[in-house]
Structures are given as structure tokens and as C-alpha cells.
């Protein structure tokens, strides 16, 4: 287990007044609508982030902070420590300024527009004040250097906010970071509980080299952002560009059942603009709740469109989908592909169901 230690000169900076850094405190019910589809969790785990480092973590384990589902409770059930706990709780009375866990961020590095921090079932004993500071690394000695208590390199994102018992938190930047960031560690002032830690912002990708490389310019990690869907009663349209093909229904997107005529639709805006080569559409895991159909469409904007903007152009008609199937569609069947760039596509399902990735390769076009 790594040591509590920390410095008071590592903290200093921290402690600068929130006036100062212009951060504003956004209410419970705006925090989603706030950041979801405009930002992305940039330490998700399953972007891929890592824990590399914590100071203390004897109640509950700190891999807990960026679960992407909603903590969940369980009364009476005790473990070895202490109560059991869908967060990150350490010990009492710590005699350090504060408990802090370091992480690697899911993408190559982001840009920060907002934290949220949610002390869900954390009552008399959650966090009492928290902190965000960031760096950018990439050296394999930083890299090791990093996950240090005594690491100098952190620079401040969010100055200390106060937290109160079983609730979302969530604040928002003046403005995005300019600098990016490849690393960040949490504070939690001085011990104490948190549920989940989400960090919101812009993915900075590193792009092939080459223009007429292929890629997949959807996905989460090279900036593809869902940014509003129909409805994803069961399952959210982030999912849709998520690396891998999951582990189960949970973590696709999925609509509610619907009765007579109808379509649902998720609109995604590509990490760059491109001319579009191939489209997979996975239905893996939805067996018996899979669409029956799938259409897809194409626009260049300069802004995020609504799903019934006159621009959007039909780049795939109609095509009957099965159960657990990745199904690709290529140069044979699109349309209005060759020489076009495009920002954004939208996914259609007809009538509705459960779709586990959504993924649009090309060519970037700068």
C-alpha cells in the first residue's frame, strides 16, 4: 500500500480561493445535461484509465472512484475493514493535509472543463473538502515519478471545494484548460469518503500521420463525442464509442419498447472531419433486443445539428440487422461517401432496440 504522505508545499497551490479561479457550482439536476454530450469522462475505466497510485485506501478501494455505473449500497454487509462501501473511503484522522489518488487518464491527454464528485451513501463520513491538479507526462521516468506522494510537477485545475454527505457534485470551469493533461490526482481533504469521480473535458487525440490512413474517427478516444440521442432508457449513447465490444447489455445503448411506426437515433460528431471509408454497426450481446433495422446519415456542421436538420444526407439505406453481430457496411453499399467530408453521422434504428458500438472509420480531412 502506498504511504499517506504529502507535503504541505504540495497542497499550497490548492489552496487558492475559488474567486480566483473562476469555478462555478453547478445544481444537482444541471450537472448531467452540463457536461454529458459536450464532454467526455475523460478517466473512465472503460476508456481505459489507471489508478497508479493512492495514499491509503483501508475501507474502500480506490479502482471504485471511476466506475462508470451509479454507486449502489448494501446494507449491513461488512467486510474485514468496516462497512462495505461502493467508493473510496480511507482511514480516520489523518495527520497529512489530505488522502489523494493519482490517475492516467483514458486518451492520450484532454483538455479539463469540469469535475463532478459524488459522495452517494457517504454520510457522517464522507469527504468534507476536495481538490483536482493535473500534469502532462510521458517519459517513462516522469511516468514512475508521477505516482509519487513527493511528485512536484502537479499544477492546479480545481482549487479546494467543499462537499457535503450522499450527494453529486459537480463544478465547472470558467473555461476549458488551455494545456492538456495526461495525469491527475484527487485530493480529499483531510480523509474521508467518495463515491465516484468523473473528470469532464475534451479529448486531445494524436492522429495518424498520414491523411490517407484509415482510423476509426468515432471513437471516444480519438474525440468522438455522442452528442444527443432520441432516448437511451436502458442504456447511454456514450456507450456506443467505447473501445472494445463490452461485456454485456449493460454497456451498449439501448431504447426503451415502442409500439406503431417508429425510429430512434443517436447523432455523433466525429473526433476530426473525414471522408468516411467503412461503418460498423455491433449488436453484440442484444440477442432478442437487437434493432430490426439500421440506417445511417452523413452532415458537415459547424455545429452540433438536431435529428431533423434539413442537411443531413443518407449515406446508408435501411439494412436488416441480426443478434450479436458486428455488421459492416463498406464502399458496396454506402452512398454520397466518395470525396465528401464529414463532421457528423447519425445512427437510425428501426424501430428500436439495443446497438453495443457504433464505429465510423476514414480519412482525416484537415
Not at 468496516?82 to 490517475?103: C, I, M, S
Not at 488551455?178 to 479529448?203: S, W
Not at 471522408?275 to 437487437?290: K, S
Request: hydrophobic share 35%.
Amino acid at each position: 500500500m502506498e504511504i499517506r504522505t504529502l507535503s504541505s508545499d504540495n497542497v499550497k497551490e490548492i489552496a487558492t480561493s475559488n474567486s480566483s479561479l473562476g469555478v462555478r457550482a453547478i445544481p444537482i439536476d444541471q450537472i448531467d445535461s452540463t457536461f454529458k454530450s459536450q464532454y467526455t469522462d475523460l478517466v473512465s475505466a472503460p476508456l481505459g484509465s489507471q489508478i497508479l497510485s493512492f495514499s491509503d485506501e483501508w475501507f474502500a478501494a480506490a479502482s471504485n472512484l471511476i466506475t462508470p455505473t451509479p454507486p449502489i449500497r448494501k446494507p449491513g454487509v461488512f467486510t474485514h475493514a468496516g462497512a462495505w462501501y461502493d467508493g473510496w473511503e480511507t482511514r480516520r484522522h489523518n495527520t497529512e493535509p489530505a488522502d489523494w489518488v493519482v490517475f492516467r487518464l483514458g486518451v492520450a491527454s484532454g483538455k479539463v472543463a469540469g469535475v463532478e464528485v459524488d459522495t452517494a451513501f457517504f454520510n457522517g463520513n464522507h469527504a468534507p473538502e476536495v481538490a483536482v491538479e493535473g500534469c502532462f507526462v510521458t517519459s517513462e521516468q516522469d511516468q514512475e515519478e508521477v505516482k509519487k506522494a513527493g511528485y512536484t510537477g502537479w499544477e492546479t485545475i480545481l482549487g479546494k471545494q467543499e462537499c457535503g454527505p450522499s450527494q453529486r457534485h459537480g463544478w465547472l470551469l470558467e473555461k476549458i484548460t488551455e494545456k492538456a493533461y495526461t495525469h491527475v490526482r484527487l485530493l480529499m481533504y483531510p480523509d474521508g469518503g467518495i463515491a465516484r469521480f468523473r473528470l469532464y473535458g475534451n479529448v486531445v487525440p494524436v492522429f495518424p500521420q498520414s491523411v490517407d490512413e484509415v482510423f476509426e474517427l468515432s471513437a471516444t478516444v480519438m474525440g468522438g463525442v455522442a452528442t444527443s440521442c432520441s432516448d437511451q432508457h436502458f442504456g447511454t449513447k456514450d456507450n456506443l464509442l467505447l473501445p472494445g465490444r463490452g461485456k454485456d447489455m449493460g454497456d451498449g445503448w439501448e431504447t426503451k419498447r415502442t409500439r406503431g411506426p417508429h425510429v430512434d437515433w443517436t447523432i455523433v460528431r466525429l473526433g476530426s472531419k473525414g471522408e468516411v471509408d467503412h461503418i460498423v454497426v455491433d449488436t453484440a450481446h442484444f440477442r432478442g433486443n437487437f434493432p430490426q433495422k439500421v440506417q445511417v446519415f452523413a452532415g458537415n456542421f459547424e455545429s452540433d445539428p438536431k435529428h431533423d436538420d434539413a442537411a443531413w444526407v443518407e449515406v446508408l439505406e435501411p439494412q436488416k440487422t441480426g443478434p450479436d453481430e458486428e455488421h459492416e457496411y463498406g464502399a458496396d453499399v454506402l452512398k454520397e461517401i466518395q470525396g465528401k467530408a464529414y463532421s457528423h453521422l447519425k445512427l437510425v434504428i428501426i424501430p428500436d432496440g439495443g446497438v453495443k458500438r457504433f464505429r465510423v472509420f476514414g480519412r482525416r480531412k484537415v
